[in-house]
């Protein structure tokens, strides 16, 4: 048997990452965004330490492997945290921001686990704000009397992602309830479907939606359709977004719809200004509940990964609404305000 000499093993073990890195790569991500709050609405109060303002904190993992004529395996792995406290969000979940396997070639990518549903793929974008947490902008995805089919994620759920043509996308996904009950209407509770089309193609941007759940066991279904665009003028950029959310069945009848415009203002390369304006008409007999809102954020780069950031919000409810957009739990027809500082750190 023939020997390698200790320089031949040596330039073997250097070079395997290198072939490896070249079928395959994993990437570890993340960001810790942190402020400090303080909120008013009516007689309540609240003051303290914020997170997820601008953006979610999270670590991931996301990877892929070139499995040869045009296609890849990939995964995306990611966990939210509270970093005031160290605690897992979203109910505990290890990775309970994303969780999926896929395959992507040049026919698109098909992905199965936990993801961004389509209508939060489509109407997201499309705030000034980056619908920051404490944003009058999430006024499109609330639930008062009528209850939205808009969900930013679900779970089990496969979807199917197409390729840019002429710089239009499909997005379409399809998520199971997995309820176990003794009828077949039953076992579809929690079960959806969605459909998003995307266009980007210069300065103009855009997305149309239509997504639906079953609420209830009895054929309770909701569905949340919308549009949403933009376009970039460079010092300015104006958004405007627009959703219905329309219940059938044993959820009731009810009506709801909500939009959102805004712009940001960018002064120069490291300061912004994002301002935003929403509102929110339900038709449900007695039980409708209205409400509209603004907020105003300024944010300052102090480098491409850090920012640092500043904002108010202002919501008013109406007709015995109570929406809230921080800690405090508004009484009915409160008004609630909050104002916050922070510091956003991608890494």
Same mark, same amino acid.
């Given at each position: 048997m023939q020997r390698l000499s200790a320089p031949l093993l040596v330039a073997a073990a250097l070079a395997a990452p290198a072939l490896a890195q070249a079928q395959s790569n994993v990437t570890v991500y993340g960001l810790i965004d942190l402020n400090l709050g303080y909120e008013k609405s009516g007689s309540q109060r609240y003051e303290g330490v914020g997170h997820g303002e601008l953006n979610g904190s999270r670590l991931g993992f996301r990877g892929t492997e070139d499995l040869g004529n045009g296609n890849k395996a990939l995964f995306v792995l990611e966990s939210g945290f509270d !970093? *005031?406290?160290?605690? @897992?969000?979203?109910?505990?979940r290890l990775f309970g921001r994303q969780s999926f396997v896929g395959l992507e070639n040049g026919l698109g990518r098909v992905t199965l686990g936990r993801q961004y549903s389509p209508a939060f793929t489509a109407l997201d974008p499309f705030d000034a704000t980056g619908? @920051? $947490?404490?944003? @009058?902008g999430l006024l499109i995805r609330k639930a008062g009397a009528v209850k939205p089919a808009y969900e930013v994620r679900f779970d089990n759920m496969i979807k199917?992602? *197409? !390729?840019?043509i002429a710089g239009v996308e499909l997005e379409a996904g399809y998520w199971f309830g997995e309820k176990v =009950? =003794?009828?077949?209407? @039953?076992?579809k509770e929690g079960d959806g479907h969605g459909i998003t089309l995307l266009y980007a193609n210069a300065a103009f941007s855009g997305a149309l939606t239509t997504q639906s759940v079953q609420r209830d066991a009895t054929g309770g279904k909701v569905r949340t359709s919308g549009f949403g665009a933009a376009y970039d003028f460079g010092t300015f950029? !104006?958004?405007?977004a627009w959703s219905q959310d329309k219940e059938s069945g044993s959820v009731g009848r009810g009506k709801a719809r909500s939009w959102d415009l805004g712009t940001e203002i960018?002064? $120069?390369p490291a300061n912004t200004v994002a301002l935003s304006y929403a509102d929110r008409d339900e038709s449900d007999g007695a039980a409708s509940e209205d409400a509209h809102g603004w907020s105003a954020y300024y944010l300052h780069a102090l480098s491409k990964r850090t920012t640092l950031y500043a904002g108010y919000s202002q919501l008013d409810n109406e007709n015995g609404a109570n929406y809230s957009i921080g800690n405090l739990s508004p009484a009915a027809g409160d008004q609630h305000q909050v104002v916050m500082a922070g510091m956003r750190h991608r890494f």
């Open positions: !970093p *005031s406290t160290g605690l @897992a969000e979203q109910g505990g619908n @920051a $947490d404490r944003s @009058a199917y992602r *197409s !390729p840019k =009950a =003794a009828t077949s209407t @039953a076992r950029k !104006p958004y405007f960018r002064i $120069d």
